[in-house]
């Protein structure tokens, strides 16, 4: 294992691709590797399912006529847990991941589960010719992972994708109510890595296993960067769970 002193998101997301997939995905012990069988396979990809139906729900409330079906897009795909139950609803499907590993997995469970309507890429960047024409774009728990500046630009682009009338759903967190202490050592984790592992052996986790950065949102900036793209109607959905406040924000494009 090659080891860095500053974390590198994107180098710890593939790290998990290749060790952990599931548990990247929902970090749950009962999704580690050594864990994951038959049963909890089941109870992930069911709750993808719950997902995908709760979400499209929210958007037929709030978006009345608004989703059509032809294409899809999850971004952060992981293994496929939402990009499968997506593939039943819409002719079809692309999922973004930036790790090659998770990507493998993904192909690998859709050809288990019969599923051709779907095709895989690393970035937005090969969709560049698809602009305007996506129903619907969809990313979950993928954002906090990425630095606002950073994750600002890609969901512009996602926003572009959409054809007049579509909807993204995109999930972010905007607010950490910890004292400034945590939030100086939290810092300082994804910049001097070894605090990270003793963190991790403090936590009851393997030494080594790659940060899972947790970054904050502003719904103010990225509101008002939307606006220009097209983005006249949202909705926010909001949850709070150990002091952490996240968003689920519905935007449709005019």
């Not at 500053?6 to 749950?28: C, I, M, R």
């Not at 990507?103 to 895989?120: D, H, L, Q």
């Not at 945590?182 to 994804?190: A, S, Y």
Request: glycine residues 8%; positive net charge; hydrophobic residues 40%.
């Amino acid at each position: 294992m090659k080891f860095r002193l500053s974390d590198n998101s994107d180098a710890s997301w593939e790290t998990f691709g290749k060790t952990n997939p599931y548990y990247g995905v929902l970090s749950a012990d009962k999704f580690r590797r050594g864990n994951i069988n038959d049963e909890t396979l089941k109870e992930f990809f069911q709750s993808g399912e719950i997902h995908v139906d709760q979400t499209l729900e929210l958007v037929r409330s709030h978006f009345p006529n608004a989703l059509g079906r032809a294409a899809a897009l999850d971004f952060g795909c992981g293994v496929g847990r939402l990009v499968l139950p997506l593939a039943t609803r819409f002719q079809h499907v692309v999922g973004i991941d930036i790790s090659d590993a998770y990507i493998a997995e993904a192909v690998s469970n859709c050809a288990r589960a019969g599923t051709t309507n779907v095709e895989f890429f690393k970035t937005l960047d090969a969709l560049q010719p698809r602009r305007g024409t996506f129903d619907f774009a969809h990313s979950y728990i993928t954002f906090i992972h990425i630095d606002f500046e950073r994750g600002r630009k890609i969901i512009e682009d996602i926003v572009r994708l959409l054809r007049p009338g579509g909807v993204a759903a995109l999930h972010i967190m905007f607010r950490r109510d910890i004292g400034s202490a945590r939030r100086v050592l939290n810092r300082l984790r994804t910049t001097f890595l070894p605090l990270n592992w003793i963190a991790n052996v403090l936590g009851g986790r393997p030494a080594f296993e790659p940060l899972m950065q947790a970054n904050v949102y502003s719904l103010d900036a990225l509101l008002s960067a939307l606006h220009p793209l097209g983005v006249r109607s949202s909705h926010v959905e909001v949850s709070h769970n150990a002091g952490n406040w996240h968003a689920y924000l519905f935007v449709q494009k005019d």
